[in-house]
């Protein structure tokens, strides 16, 4: 446990925010918000009495609840910036608690059909740009891309923007969706479709190989290459809390690190931390 804290979706009956005894709620990330709710569900079956709420809306979302106090655990597929780490010290006199709770390979969607099997950084920078407008360029067929994006409270926004654009803006074709299953299925539709997200939602569409840069292998986002880092798109996935967990919220934290709540990662889609 590094000192800060992250969360994501499950549905309960309580309103967001809302304290309870033995419950507690959890909001964030969309790309995590499936993965919260399997936790939380299965917890819940072994701690009759406890009530977890999971909600999505974006990382930013949920690290703006967490500082405004209206959530327990916050869930973010990026790390907190310092002005935000500074909010929180100033609004809770306290850093926060950050745990890296899973691992993912961000993943680059295109249709299918697309015959295209691998890109680079640099070829993924010009696309998002806007440099590179028609799949010919990139060895593909001849047609315009067509992109999709996530909204600017998306932690995968985040993710993608520092660590594909270099901090540079998107192009303004870009469709900004609301969440990681819309890219998803815009792009399984779309035969000209590039999008991203995390590596669980890949479902009737094709996942790109990436480069480093041209003259790197390809590498595809898988356990050995997500965990060793050699997947150039490698992330951790986090919970953010305000203090040091106790009572449930403590339970629950150790239970999704031990072997039985990493392996529901894994099984969801994600990649244990260890």
Not at 62 to 79: M, P, V
Not at 105 to 111: A, C, M, P
Not at 231 to 242: N, Q
Not at 250 to 261: I, M, N, Q, R, Y
Request: charged share 20%.
């Amino acid at each position: 446990m590094r000192t800060l804290s992250s969360l994501a979706l499950a549905a309960l009956t309580l309103a967001p925010g809302a304290a309870f005894a033995d419950g507690f709620s959890i909001k964030g990330s969309d790309t995590m918000v499936i993965l919260g709710q399997r936790w939380a569900e299965q917890f819940m079956k072994s701690h009759a009495g406890v009530e977890i709420q999971v909600t999505g809306g974006g990382s930013g979302t949920g690290i703006s609840a967490l500082i405004n106090a209206t959530t327990d655990i916050c869930q973010a597929s990026r790390a907190m910036k310092p002005a935000e780490k500074e909010k929180l010290r100033e609004r809770h006199s306290t850093p926060g608690v950050e745990i890296s709770v899973a691992k993912d390979g961000l993943s680059i969607y295109v249709n299918a059909s697309n015959p295209i099997g691998e890109l680079s950084l640099e070829q993924l920078k010009g696309i998002y740009t806007g440099k590179i407008t028609n799949w010919k360029d990139v060895g593909g067929p001849d047609g315009k891309i067509v992109l999709y994006s996530r909204e600017n409270s998306s932690g995968t926004y985040v993710f993608f923007k520092e660590e594909v654009l270099g901090g540079a803006d998107y192009s303004p074709r870009a469709q900004t969706l609301p969440g990681t299953a819309a890219v998803v299925n815009s792009v399984s539709k779309e035969k000209l479709g590039i999008g991203y997200g995390g590596a669980a939602y890949a479902k009737n569409l094709k996942i790109l190989k990436v480069k480093k840069d041209a003259g790197a292998p390809a590498i595809a986002p898988t356990k050995d290459t997500v965990h060793d880092g050699t997947y150039p798109l490698s992330r951790p996935l986090y919970f953010y809390l305000r203090s040091k967990p106790s009572g449930n919220i403590d339970a629950f934290v150790t239970w999704v690190l031990s072997p039985e709540g990493q392996a529901l990662a894994e099984k969801v889609g994600y990649y244990p931390v260890k």
